[in-house]
C-alpha cells in the first residue's frame, strides 16, 4: 500500500465514557481501551472504515490532553499517518525542515512507534507519525 495512510483522527475528551456514548450513538464501537502512561493517557480506539477515531482521556493535570482541555476544550487533538519506517520518516521530515517533538519515536498505544510533528511547521495541524509494532516472537 502506497504510504503514509490515514490511520486514526485523534479527539480530545474529557471522559471516555462519554466519549464512547456519543460515538456509540453514531454507530461506532471502540475495540477497547488503553492506558498509556508515557502519553498521559487513556484512549479507545473505534473503527470507522479503513481508518479509526482515537478517544484521548487525560490520566492526570499534567497530561497534554488535560491542558488542551483547559485551552480549547474537547475536540480534534490530531491527525495520524501510518509510515513503514518511522525512524527514515523523521529523518527526512527534520531535514524539510519539519519540527519534531522527540527526537527518538517514543511508545505509543499497542506499543506503536509513534512521533508528533509541531503544529507550528504543519500547517497548524498536530501530526502524529505511527509504525506498527514490530512482531514480537
Ligand atoms: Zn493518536
Redesign the pocket.
Known sequence: MKEPVL??I?IAVASLGEGLALYRALGLEAEGTEEVPGQGVR?AFLPAGDARI?L?EPLGEDSPIARHLDRRGPGIH?I?LRVGDIRATMARLREEGFELLSEEPQE??HGML?CFVHPRSAGGVLL?L?QPAPSRP
Open positions: 490511520d486514526h485523534g484512549v482515537e484521548l490530531h495520524c505509543g498505544a509513534v502524529e505511527s
